[in-house]
Nanobody, 122 residues
């Protein structure tokens, strides 16, 4: 059974930093590109960042470029999202997802985690 489990979400002040993690099990991790998505209250889920199977290629939505960094550790079957200079508009539930394809297919991802809440507020 495939499981993607996110962790690290919490309340943080504007301008602060946070690191999210995603632990994968039940799949051949190196066979999947990985991504982070988020869904803010009352809004549709949106792509945040993606990384290829080996970690040699990444891409981001424009609003997080230069602030967020996605990475993966294939030896530990984990993926991370380092978030810096956080803004209130980054508040959302953040989801980890896995897909055979790269670039990712946001509406056809193979597996999803259950999400972790990030709240950016003073």
């Amino acid at each position: 059974q495939v499981q993607l489990v996110e962790s690290g979400g919490r309340l943080v002040q504007p301008g602060g930093s946070l690191r999210l993690s995603c632990a994968a099990s039940g799949l051949t991790f190196t066979g999947y590109a990985m991504g982070w998505f988020r869904q803010a209250p009352g809004k549709e889920r949106e792509f945040v960042a993606g990384i290829n199977w080996s970690g040699t290629s990444t891409y981001y939505r424009d609003s997080v470029k230069g602030r967020f960094n996605i990475s993966r550790d294939n030896a530990k079957n984990t993926m991370s999202l380092q978030m810096n200079a956080l803004k209130p508009e980054d508040t959302a539930v953040y989801y980890c997802a896995a897909d055979h394809d790269y670039p990712l297919a946001p509406y056809d991802m193979d597996y999803w985690g259950k999400g972790t809440l990030v709240t950016v507020s003073a």
